[in-house]
């Protein structure tokens, strides 16, 4: 059943009120989490010579920021909670930009990559294609995306107060292939435990240089 304008606005502002909500216990909940694996499968795919022009699209309180920097790239953070911006800003000294997933303005071939961890989970599945299409457009020709989202039966709904869709690699895949992108690899996270034990899918992709 298609979700209509006010449905969306709602999933929206609920969601951002549970991170804003939650900011503190989330960012230290999420501090020592190690994703350099996903760190790595995005910058190994960029081909131009660094530093890196990386946004990181749902970057909350800026972790990722933080390690993007410190490895020498310019990194922008994008986020929809407003406590998660104010908080990157200062953990990172990075430009963040406070924005809804939902209402996106974005600059043309600004990127070489974007790494969308643990984020896009949150665009309900009606609008994914529209979002997929406009990160394809702010990343460069050749650019790499990066994504992680907990894996599903293509199922989508609220947990916890939060909005989330929920696909599997056959679903994802068709919506990256149809936003134009063309898959470099995939794998289940966390590493080297049994399928059923691993709820994450990591995917990177390129933007076709031509």
Known sequence: MKLIPPELEQITSTTLQH???NAEPFREGTRDHDVTQNIAALLRHIEVEPPF???????????????????GHHAVGLD??????AMARDESGCEVW???????????????????????????????????????ATLKPGGILFSS???????????????????????????MIGAGFVEL??????????REQQPWLASVWRKPAA
């Open 19 to 21: 991170y804003n909500a």
């Open 53 to 71: 022009s990386i946004l990181d699209f749902g970057c909350g309180p800026g972790r990722d920021l933080k390690a993007f920097t410190a490895l």
């Open 80 to 85: 929809g909670a407003e406590r998660f911006v």
């Open 98 to 136: 406070q924005q809804d997933f939902l209402q996106l303005h974005l600059p043309a071939e600004r990127f070489d990559g974007i790494f969308a961890n643990a984020s896009l989970f949150h665009v309900p599945a009606q609008e994914l294609p529209r979002v997929l299409r406009q990160l394809h």
């Open 149 to 175: 989202n907990p894996r599903g039966a293509n199922q989508e709904g609220w947990t916890h107060g939060r909005y989330g869709a929920f696909h599997d690699l056959d679903a994802w895949s068709r919506h």
């Open 185 to 194: 690899e995939h794998y289940y996270r966390p590493a080297g435990l049994p």
